[in-house]
């Protein structure tokens, strides 16, 4: 089983929509909770960054952490075509350097 | 305020060749990640450099190993080059303490395609 589990997609919405994208894992050291959205031939851009459980909103996007369930969400309203892009789930369990990565879901907003 | 740079862009290497990648990290960074992004996965992480030492690795050979210079530069080297190898590998920095560590800037990556 892998550490991090995320759906790759692709996901296709229309413009304006509100979109969900998700990642469970299974070990309960991970602390901090951060999504990346990737744009295709560039590396990884840093979105949200979240600690606790709860939820954190930065304008159009919102992160939740649910850690009883090991479940984290990141959402986007009214979503534009300039959203598309693979979004990544990063997790830390606080020691040690690494971040441990969903597979990244493949996400398209259509006009 | 330059983000963290990556050269090459591209590179084509046969199998068995060496490879040095080089990163230049965010200016006020001092501490350099590798990771090695294959085609339709997330990053995994090779190592992290801080203060010119490997501080940990991931689950990747010997053939891959680095360095990092005085003024926080890093280098990736991939010896004994295999088609697996294949994929974007990319820099990231991030500020040492503070919980700076998980906070990562990365570059645009380096795609190494093996023939």
Request: proline share 4%.
């Amino acid at each position: 089983q892998k550490e991090v589990e995320q759906d790759p997609g692709p996901l296709s919405v229309p413009e304006g929509a509100i979109v969900s994208l998700n990642c469970t894992y299974s070990n309960s050291a991970f602390q901090y909770f951060m999504w990346y959205r990737q744009y295709s031939r560039k590396g990884p851009e840093l979105l949200m960054y979240t600690y606790s459980s709860g939820n954190k909103e930065d304008g159009r996007f919102t992160a939740q952490v649910d850690k009883s369930s090991k479940y984290i969400s990141l959402f986007i309203r009214d979503s534009q075509p300039s959203d598309s892009a693979t979004y990544l789930c990063a997790l830390f369990t606080g020691g040690g350097n690494k971040l441990t990565f969903g597979t990244g879901t493949q996400l398209k907003v259509e006009l | 305020d330059a983000g963290v740079t990556q050269s090459p862009t591209h590179l084509i290497k046969t199998r068995g060749q060496q490879v040095t990648l080089r990163c230049s990290p965010k200016s006020g960074h001092d501490t350099v990640s590798w990771y090695q992004q294959a085609l339709g996965q997330g990053p995994q992480f090779i190592f992290q450099y801080y203060e010119e030492e490997e501080r940990q690795r991931g689950n990747f050979p010997d053939r891959f190993s680095g360095h990092q210079f005085p003024n926080y530069s890093s280098e990736l080297n991939v010896n004994a080059l295999l088609l697996g190898d294949s994929a974007l590998y990319l820099c990231a920095s991030s500020l040492h303490g503070q919980g700076g560590n998980e906070k990562l800037f990365f570059g645009s990556g380096t795609q190494l395609s093996v023939l």
